[in-house]
């Protein structure tokens, strides 16, 4: 089981430092998809997916929050094909690898630690897997996820088990919905990286 996978060594010492995460993702993006799921056992896409596809209607608009090389909408269209999914992140090679899956209606470089330049109340459900995890994007970064989801819409994203309580996000994610921004619908202890044996937090949450 350990020690961990070098490449995941690597992507949580990023620091949230944004070019250093570019830097990084361009290099991996055309072996990712292979290494995350059958060297590292990868399950955060499919879980992701499961969750979200569960608690949307047919046509539902979705945000795939850092979406990568497209994993996730890959496994939501095989759940339900007629979602309508957006990706944004801030890897331009992970954004092309993200494109030839065609499981996207659009595709869009951009920064979740920032403003992102969609209306209040859009999706209809929101999905992030492997993105809040060490390194990459802190608890705030849930502010603009809560502000483009349409009231009552799911957002579900995993948050690796090491950043939890060390990063914030446990108290950031209560004190949302203790200011009644977000309902938690239930966060699950999951499998994240099956061949690590690292976990994840599952968090169903639901926009108000
Ligand atoms: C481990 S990958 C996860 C990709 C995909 N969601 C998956 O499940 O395979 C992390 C992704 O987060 C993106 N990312 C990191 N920081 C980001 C930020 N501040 N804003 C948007 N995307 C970010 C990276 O470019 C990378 O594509």
Redesign the pocket.
Known sequence: MSPENPLLLR?ISLGGN?NK??EF?DDWADTYDTD?IDTIG?V??IITAEALAALVSDGAEIL?A????G??AVELKKRNVSLRIDG????QG?LDEAAETHAYRELIV????GKLDFSDNSYDGIV????YTNG??GPT?LDELVRVAKPGAPIVLTVRDTAWEADGFRTYIDDLAAKGLIRIREIRHSPYHGNEGIFCQLCILEAV
């Open positions: 992507a944004k995460i570019i993702y995350m990868y955060g896409h795939d850092g979406c990568g090389t994993l996730v944004i992140d801030l890897t992970m951009g920064d979740l630690m992030s897997a492997g993105v990459h994007v970064g």
